[in-house]
């Protein structure tokens, strides 16, 4: 039962643009949730994380948006580089667990043109 | 470089062999997680750590997978008589005490069992 979703494989955006790269879940336990970019060879690197007291959340060009009725989140990039071409994990975590274990999605390719 | 290391980055091995990777985490962090991913997945949690004591282990982490932390310092984790099915990147990660949530990955390991 995959708890994180992101259903879009792969996304690809021009240079300057916005990206938008969606995630559901639905383990209503979840209250805090991370995005992570991830490039070829490398560990996830942690971007920017919303806890579910908030709606948004913003870190310069990144912003992660939460609608927990929906349970959904999104993250925003703006303007949109092509270093920013990696893939792109959601991840969710309870925070009242004794372990914080982090649940991911299976990852967004995202790909930014020049 | 102060991040999460791990050793050795690639490992080929022969089905029934075993074999032994080691993480060292940032040095003030006393969590330490184990995450396997596989080809098109997210990384998906094996096994936690708080210092020394091992405190959960997934039901994916089978009797031929064994984790350590002596001294709350680097960690290792070994697979007992590998099989084909044991080829993923196994990827190391840590995290403060007094700030759980974001968790900070190592490289990884990338394992093929031929």
């Known amino acids: 039962d995959q708890q994180v979703k992101q259903n879009s494989p792969s996304l690809s955006v021009q240079e300057g643009r916005i990206s938008i790269l969606n995630c559901d879940y639905t383990n209503s336990m979840f209250d805090y949730f991370l995005w992570y970019k991830k490039y070829p060879a490398e560990g996830p690197t942690f971007l920017i994380s919303i806890s579910s007291i908030k709606d948004k959340n913003e870190d310069g060009r990144f912003t992660v948006f939460l609608n927990k009725s929906a349970k959904h989140l999104s993250l925003h990039i703006v303007p949109s580089q092509p270093g920013d071409s990696a893939v792109y994990f959601c991840?969710?975590?309870?925070?009242?667990?004794?372990?914080?274990?982090?649940?991911f999605g299976k990852g967004t390719l995202l790909t930014v043109n020049p | 470089d102060t991040g999460v290391s791990q050793d050795p980055r690639h490992k080929i091995t022969k089905r029934g062999q075993n074999v032994t990777f080691r993480c060292d985490p940032i040095s003030e962090h006393n969590r330490l997680y184990w995450y396997r991913q596989t080809l098109g997945q997210g990384p998906e949690f094996l096994t936690y750590?708080?210092?020394?004591?091992?405190?959960?282990k997934s039901r994916l982490l089978s009797d031929r997978f064994s984790a350590e932390r002596p001294k709350g310092s680097f960690s290792t984790l070994e697979i007992q008589r590998t099989e084909q099915g044991d080829s993923a990147m196994y990827l190391c990660?840590?995290?403060?005490?007094?700030?759980?949530?974001?968790?900070?990955f190592g490289p990884g390991t990338r394992l093929t069992v031929t």
């Open positions: 990660a840590s995290s403060l005490m007094d700030y759980n949530y974001e968790q900070y």
């Open positions: 750590f708080q210092n020394e004591a091992q405190l959960e």
């Open positions: 991840a969710a975590s309870v925070s009242g667990g004794s372990n914080y274990k982090l649940t």
